[in-house]
Nanobody
Framework: QGQLVESGGGSVQAGGSLRLSCAAS????????MGWFRQAPGKEREFVAA????????YYADFVKGRFTISRDNVKRTVYLQMNSLTAEDTAVYYC????????????????WGQGTQVTVSS
C-alpha cells in the first residue's frame, strides 16, 4: 500500500532554515496531491502548504507565505518543504499527507499520513 516518511526536522534558532522531506513508497501516491500540516502542543493540526501532482496548484497558509516553499520531485517520489525565517511560533510536529479528495487545506480530505517530524525553533 505504501507509506509516507518525513525527515529533516530538528532544532534551529529563530531566523534559521530547515528543509523537510517526505518520501513516498508504493504506487498508492501516484497522481495524488500532497500537503504539509503541523501540530503544536495543545493546538489543533493546521494546514501549512499543498501542491498538486504536476507541481502546480500550490497553496499556502497565510502565516507561511513568503517564508516557506513547497515542491515535489515525482521521479524521487519526494515532497519538500523549505522553511526560512523560522520563528518560535513555527515549533510543531510537521506531517506530510496525500490527498484523495476535496479541498487542499482540509485535513480530513487527506487519506494517508506520515508519522511526523519535530521542528523546534528557539528564540
Amino acid at each position: 500500500q505504501g507509506q509516507l516518511v518525513e525527515s529533516g526536522g530538528g532544532s534551529v534558532q529563530a531566523g534559521g532554515s530547515l528543509r523537510l522531506s517526505c518520501a513516498a513508497s508504493g504506487p498508492t501516491f501516484i497522481g495524488l496531491s500532497m500537503g504539509w500540516f503541523r501540530q503544536a502542543p495543545g493546538k489543533e493540526r493546521e494546514f501549512v502548504a499543498a501542491i498538486g501532482w504536476t507541481g502546480g496548484s500550490i497553496y499556502y497558509a497565510d502565516f507561511v507565505k513568503g517564508r516557506f516553499t513547497i515542491s515535489r520531485d515525482n521521479v524521487k517520489r519526494t515532497v519538500y518543504l523549505q522553511m526560512n525565517s523560522l520563528t518560535a511560533e513555527d515549533t510543531a510536529v510537521y506531517y506530510c499527507a496525500a490527498r484523495t479528495r476535496g479541498w487542499p487545506t482540509k485535513s480530513s480530505d487527506y487519506a494517508y499520513w506520515g508519522q511526523g517530524t519535530q521542528v523546534t525553533v528557539s528564540s
